[in-house]
């Protein structure tokens, strides 16, 4: 049983910084995991994610250069540390795992994903 449990959101004036964090065995026992948001009404969209084993990173344009992510195996720990956060940003953002590899053309299909955690609220004020 593939476990995710985020933390770290939160509300935000537009310009600040947060960083959320995903803890548990699915951060080290699958090939990719990464960050996804879903604002009300939308669909749920891919923000980031991190190969396990190479180390090699996929952004979504919209928080390229804005958002982070890495990871703490040693504590079993994902982090998106996401700067300049914009009201577009807010959502509730989803840590998800996987066992095949990321790839660049795959990494932000939620249907790849077959782990999710319960997510955590992101709000960003203007």
């Known amino acids: 049983q593939v476990q995710l449990v985020e933390s770290g959101g939160g509300s935000v004036q537009a310009g600040g910084s947060l960083r959320l964090s995903c803890t548990g065995s699915?951060?080290?026992?699958?090939?990719?995991i990464g960050w996804f948001r879903q604002a009300p009404g939308k669909e749920r969209l891919g923000v980031a994610a991190?190969?396990?084993?190479?180390?090699?990173?996929y952004y979504a344009d919209s928080v390229q250069n804005r958002f982070i992510i890495s990871r703490d195996i040693s504590k079993n720990t994902l982090f998106l540390h996401m700067d300049v956060l914009k009201p577009e940003d807010t959502a509730m953002y989803y840590c998800?795992?996987?066992?095949?590899?990321?790839?660049?053309?795959?990494?932000?299909?939620?249907?790849?994903?077959?782990?999710w955690g319960q997510g955590t609220q992101v709000t960003v004020s203007s």
């Open positions: 998800a795992a996987r066992f095949r590899d990321c790839y660049s053309t795959s990494w932000s299909r939620t249907y790849e994903y077959d782990n």
């Open positions: 699915g951060v080290t026992s699958t090939a990719c």
């Open positions: 991190i190969s396990t084993g190479s180390g090699r990173t």
